[in-house]
């Protein structure tokens, strides 16, 4: 069977496609707006752990969509969420008999509720796969330091295919760099750079 798995180059999307190797035809899909050139890091730790690898083009306007949305609530969260749920029903919509991504138990964006996943099921006619839905954050990060090589930073030094570094780039053109920290907090961004 023909999996998609939405992957970044994180250590969750990295875990997810690895539990998931020995039931699915895995292919890595980076869904991007072509704001930012960030996937090509994820296309090349996809060949350097054996996956195939794709890009999806997102509609632009969904990015400015979510964009308003995170100006307007003043975070983040709700616009990457509107961001992920439109990235999944593209991915749903292409060539695969299952979708999945990286999403974990204690995620609080983005989510998949289990309505949404069942729509997204009975629309398309595809499986929606949440490998690490049963994973807490520990239990992640535990999993990822006994079998993953992986580079940590903060958001606006790491380059990797997710959506929050397009949006960044759309708010520093249009706002001015400075403006990004008013929205979105400092956290740390993982990519992986090999299995050990």
């Known amino acids: 069977m023909e999996l998609g798995l939405l992957y970044s180059g994180g250590k969750d999307s990295t875990l997810a496609a690895l539990l998931l190797e020995d039931f699915y035809d895995v292919t890595l899909v980076t869904a991007q707006f072509g704001i930012t050139d960030d996937w090509e890091h994820a296309g090349e730790t996809a060949a350097d752990l054996g996956f195939d690898f794709r890009r999806l083009e997102l509609d632009r306007a969904v990015a400015h969509e979510a964009v308003d949305r995170i ?48 729509s997204l099921e009975d629309r398309h006619g595809v499986d929606y796969i949440a490998p690490l839905s049963g994973f807490g954050r520990n239990a992640v990060d535990r999993l990822v330091d006994a079998h993953l090589e992986v580079t940590v930073g903060p958001s606006e030094e790491i380059r990797r295919a997710d959506y929050e570094a397009e949006l960044r780039a759309i708010i520093a053109d249009e706002d001015g760099s400075e403006a990004i920290p008013e929205y979105f907090p400092d956290h740390e961004q993982t990519y992986v750079t090999g299995i050990r």
């Open 71 to 118: 100006r307007e609530d003043g975070f983040p969260r709700n616009g990457i969420q509107h961001v992920h749920q439109h990235a999944l029903e593209e991915l749903a919509a292409a060539d695969f008999d299952a979708i999945a991504d990286g999403t974990r138990r204690d995620d609080r964006v983005p989510t998949v509720s289990r309505a949404q996943a069942q």
